[in-house]
């Protein structure tokens, strides 16, 4: 697995941040070191789902070349790190982008592995997150706009020979409906990485302030998830022997 690993959609509210916090959280409990990058400086969400909406040194000072890059790293209580952006407007307008990329080099020093979030579209904020990827890891939901769009960002990727490791399917119904994986790995011609399924778990964690990984780690989203970071190093991991009891599942206790 490569170092840095930027989450991207192409379009909005497909599960991005879910993913880019989960997958670190999951990276964490097979003993990986890595950093969650808030790499959607204009609505940025990592420290909103991690507890740390305002922090006193932010992605956009470094940006904005008034602090070091490791200066703005906060640590969960879960243990996962972040460096989160800022949420006032004022700071965003002063925030230079572009120079999003000029953060490259240091990014490789901080850490084994760096999971950057990003912007949805393929406009100038979330393309410089692109460019940024050692790899890309696309997240769509089973459904035809979704798909259409990562199908852009897939080959904008191409266009700058950018490797799309696969996409990770979220929001998974299993209804009548929604796009079969097979469809969906026909369609954006990538490998599927997993699929997530709709679980309430998810906004639970939201609300708790953390990874579903923690919160409730045998649903079935938090054993999809390790599911997915156990194959991207190869180790070996059976989801189905952290299942809950019978008993829990029949009156529905996730943990
Ligand atoms: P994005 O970063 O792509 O905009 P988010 O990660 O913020 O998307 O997710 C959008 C919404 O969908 C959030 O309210 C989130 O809680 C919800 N969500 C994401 N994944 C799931 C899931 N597997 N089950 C239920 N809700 C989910
Ligand atoms: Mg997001």
């Given at each position: 697995?490569?170092?840095?690993?930027?989450?991207?959609?192409?379009?909005?509210?497909v599960?991005?941040?879910?993913?880019?916090?989960?997958?670190?959280?999951?990276?964490?409990?097979?003993?990986?070191d890595v950093v969650i990058v808030d790499g959607n400086l204009s609505t940025p969400n990592i420290g909103i789902h991690l507890n740390s909406p305002e922090v006193p040194i932010s992605l956009n000072d470094v940006l904005k070349k008034r602090a070091e890059l490791n200066e703005a790293i906060y640590q969960h209580h879960s243990g996962l790190k972040i460096i989160p952006s800022s949420l006032s407007i004022k700071e965003l307008k002063k925030t230079k982008l572009k120079r999003l990329k000029e953060l490259?080099?240091?990014?490789?020093?901080?850490?084994?592995?760096?999971?950057?979030?990003?912007?949805a579209g393929l406009g100038e904020e979330?393309?410089?997150?692109?460019?940024?990827a050692d790899e890309l890891i696309l997240v769509t939901n089973p459904e035809m706009p979704a798909i259409t769009d990562a199908l852009k960002t897939i080959k904008l990727a191409e266009?700058?020979?950018?490797?799309?490791?696969?996409?990770?399917?979220?929001?998974?119904?299993?209804?009548?409906?929604?796009?079969?994986?097979?469809?969906?790995?026909e369609m954006l011609e990538v490998p599927v990485m997993g699929m997530i399924p709709e679980d309430i778990t998810i906004k639970k964690a939201v609300n708790e302030k953390n990874s579903v990984i923690h919160t409730h780690p045998r649903s079935k989203p938090a054993r999809a998830y390790k599911e997915i970071a156990a194959r991207?190093?190869?180790?070996e991991y059976d989801s189905r022997k952290e299942r809950p009891s019978f008993l829990k599942r029949i009156f529905k206790k996730e943990k």
């Open positions: 697995m490569k170092k840095i690993i930027v989450i991207s959609s192409g379009k909005g509210g599960g991005k941040t879910t993913t880019a916090v989960n997958l670190g959280a999951a990276m964490n409990h097979f003993g990986k490259k080099k240091e990014l490789n020093k901080l850490s084994e592995h760096i999971i950057i979030d990003s912007a979330a393309i410089s997150a692109i460019e940024m266009q700058q020979k950018i490797p799309v490791t696969g996409v990770i399917v979220t929001r998974v119904r299993q209804d009548k409906i929604e796009l079969q994986p097979e469809t969906v790995k991207l190093f190869d180790i």
